[in-house]
């Protein structure tokens, strides 16, 4: 864990010229590696997808309720409710261009998922946010990790000043597997937080490698020892 304390954060302006697409869907199953079989249907209707500013959100469901947790074994199915969404992120020149998605049946690993009724929502910024899938490039230690994600924001003039590993995580494609960790990055400005969102970290996003999406607050984090304390 890398953690700084706080200065004052200037706001910014927010603007519209990237965005969130959120689809409905209506879907019995998925499997719970389904990032690589659900870009390869997405990329058949929205081949450029891969372009620089878009990308693509894995399917998340409740991990919590009556007892159910989120299965650890990739192959395990994930049972999407009516209020589970879909969503990309997309340059906004390209938001009538996914249009096309509307009405769309994917086919995801033998299952089937139907998209349709796109809304568009706005960016804004969060002053904690979070990425599922970081890509390690086998970095097993924690802290040469934490390191190379510090030295890449800095790249971007993004100058972080809390940020955690999470869980590790694995996805398989046809050209072999991926290793990833989640992310969390806390007391961000305005500015660095909307330029995250917007652009993202690493390759791969297309299949929802180095998004960052908005997390709750977490200053009892603070309190937790890193891992060179342990």
Known sequence: MFWQEDDDKPAVAITDDIVELIFKIKCQAIPVDHAYALSQSVLKVLPWLEEDGAGLH????????????????????LYPSKRTRFSLRVPKERIS??????GVELGIAGNSLIVSEMKIKQIEPHETLFSRYLITDEIEDEEKFLEG?????????????????GKENRIKTNDGTIKTRSMMLADLDDEASLKLQKT??????????GLFIPHRGI????????????
Request: charged share 25%.
């Open 58 to 77: 894995t399917i998340h469901v409740v991990t919590s309720g009556n007892g159910w947790m989120r299965p650890e074994n990739p192959d395990e199915l």
């Open 200 to 209: 993202g970290l690493g390759s791969l996003q297309h299949m929802g490698c």
């Open 219 to 230: 200053k009892a984090v603070s309190s937790i020892p890193s891992s060179s304390e342990k």
């Open 149 to 165: 994600i510090f030295e890449q924001l800095k790249s971007m003039d993004i100058h972080v000043r809390k940020m955690m590993c």
């Open 97 to 102: 261009d996914a249009e096309k998605l509307d």
